[in-house]
């Protein structure tokens, strides 16, 4: 399963409704979306402070989902990751949950009455985010982690829902030793330097995203 599809789980309750009507998931799908290409081995990132993204290989990656975000990059190659980032046509949420239905995990139930009855992903099979979870769980309690797992901890901290998403799986702890632990354990993932590079810049660029634009409105 691609990371952001994982990224979807976590950030959508078993009902289909948002984990967090505050967050901002679209730059996280991305961010997700782009080390998923990262890993795919058909992007590398710049050593700037902010990567620019630059398509190494265009070659199909028989994954839809994947193929139609590597086409999204191929257009902006060479971009800002920060720009990628905030991009929606990336790693479109509505694209993502019609992959994870083809796959048999979610289904899509269609919004009506012109958006006033938003659209719902419930889950259909579970066992995915179980294993999911499992996972982060024991990532967090010092096991090794992925790349899969170092980039998901990073994406959800950086949209500062980590404690809420991971409530169960961090309990005990206080919202600022989960910060913390995630910084601890992500900065030890074993990975290629794009790896390492994309999970070490994720969650500085989409905090940036998230902070700027509110901080811009407030002074206007």
């Known amino acids: 399963m691609l990371i952001c599809e994982e990224l979807f789980l976590l950030l959508t309750r078993d009902d289909g409704k948002p984990e967090s009507a505050f967050t901002s998931p679209g730059y996280g799908y991305a961010a997700a979306a782009i080390t998923d290409l990262v890993l795919a081995g058909r992007v590398d990132l710049s050593d700037d402070d902010d990567p620019r993204v630059t398509v190494v290989d265009p070659s199909p990656t028989d994954n839809r989902l994947l193929d139609e975000a590597l086409a999204r990059v191929r257009e902006k190659d060479g971009k800002k990751l920060s720009s990628l980032v ?118 500085t660029v989409i905090l940036t995203a998230v902070i700027l634009p509110a901080a811009m409105g407030g002074s206007n």
Not at 134 to 159: D, K, M, N, W, Y
Not at 168 to 183: F, H, L, N, P
């Open 86 to 203: 905030t991009d929606g046509k990336v790693a479109p949420e509505k694209r993502i949950a019609e992959s994870l239905e083809r796959a048999g995990v979610v289904r899509v139930e269609e919004g009506r009455m012109l958006g006033l009855v938003p659209d719902r992903r419930p889950a259909v099979d579970p066992a995915p985010e179980r294993h999911l979870r499992e996972r982060l769980r024991v990532a967090l309690q010092g096991r090794e982690v992925t790349p899969h797992e170092a980039t998901l901890l990073s994406i959800l901290s950086a949209l500062d829902v980590a404690p809420k998403v991971l409530e169960e799986e961090t309990a005990g702890m206080s919202k600022k030793e989960v910060k913390a632990r995630i910084k601890e354990v992500t900065a030890e993932v074993e990975a290629g330097d794009a790896v390492r590079k994309a999970v070490a810049t994720m969650n």
